[in-house]
């Protein structure tokens, strides 16, 4: 079964929000599902609790390179204005083993960061899993009779490797923005406020269209997930139930199934990654 891509930023995802509220009402268990993000960020934050100091740790590396980042700029400006226009080759000199050093020490402190980001967010994975794992073996086994298998596999793999990746990246990404925007303002303002002011008329249009893609993605990739779940679910049973569906000569039916799953699944990863990128 075809379906056909529609037009780059006409997809419609109204029904997709709606589709999502029906999800979390029907599907999860009363109390247990966070109701905001807010929640869910606590959450992760108790089960890094063991991690904190090398938190600061990686916040403090984060910062360090962010400031150096913005240092060896500032000092290539230097050394055009003072020495390199003025001629003077000693002073470019020590200023080209300053940045040397600078540069260095940006990509020892980016090193040592996702070392040890790494390492936190591994371990933490490690306690989700296990945790989870656990907390399936307590479940009723009328929880099993209305789950797919499958779809239970996906979130204690698919879904925790998802936490992994952001622990590794967007941690890391989101502080060095931060402090790296905060830095470049700060240079900005010392070397001209009034073409700083022009360069952030700029900031309200990022601030309203960021908005308008990320209502988008954030309900393209929550489908996505969904239809992950889905799709695996359905793959492990019908794995698990070849014998069956041989005996009955039930394959051309399973394989349309399938078909349908699976082109789902890949035009909503279609338009949640051009919504994203």
Do not use: C
């Amino acid at each position: 079964m075809k379906t056909q891509l529609k037009a780059p930023f006409q997809h419609d995802v109204s029904h997709l929000e709606d589709m999502l509220k029906k999800h979390s009402a029907a599907d999860q268990p009363k109390g247990k599902k966070p109701k905001n993000i807010n929640q869910t960020l606590w959450q992760l934050w108790k089960t890094m609790r063991k991690e904190r100091l090398k938190l600061v740790i990686v916040f403090l590396l984060v910062a360090m390179s962010a400031l150096l980042a913005l240092a060896g700029p500032f000092i290539v400006g230097m050394s055009i204005d003072r020495f390199i226009a003025t001629g003077e080759v000693n002073g470019f000199v020590w200023m080209l083993g300053l940045l040397l050093i600078v540069y260095l020490f940006h990509s020892l402190t980016v090193w040592l960061q996702q070392f040890v980001m790494i390492g936190i967010s591994q371990r933490t994975v490690y306690r989700l899993r296990s945790q989870l794992f656990d907390h399936l073996l307590q479940l009723p086994i009328r929880f099993f009779d209305r789950s797919e298998q499958g779809d239970l596999m996906s979130r204690v793999n698919n879904d925790i490797e998802n936490v992994s990746n952001t622990l590794n990246s967007s941690v890391i990404q989101v502080f060095t923005s931060v402090i790296t925007l905060i830095g470049i303002v700060i240079v900005m303002l010392y070397l001209s406020p009034i073409l700083t002011l022009v360069a952030m008329l700029v900031v309200p249009m990022m601030f309203f269209g960021i908005r308008w893609i990320t209502k988008r993605t954030r309900v393209l990739f929550k489908e996505q997930q969904s239809h992950l779940g889905e799709l695996n679910g359905y793959s492990e049973e019908a794995i698990s139930a070849h014998s069956i569906t041989k005996m009955f000569s039930q394959e051309d039916q399973m394989i349309e199934r399938f078909q349908e799953k699976n082109a789902t699944l890949r035009e909503t990863g279609f338009w949640a990654q051009v919504y994203s990128g």
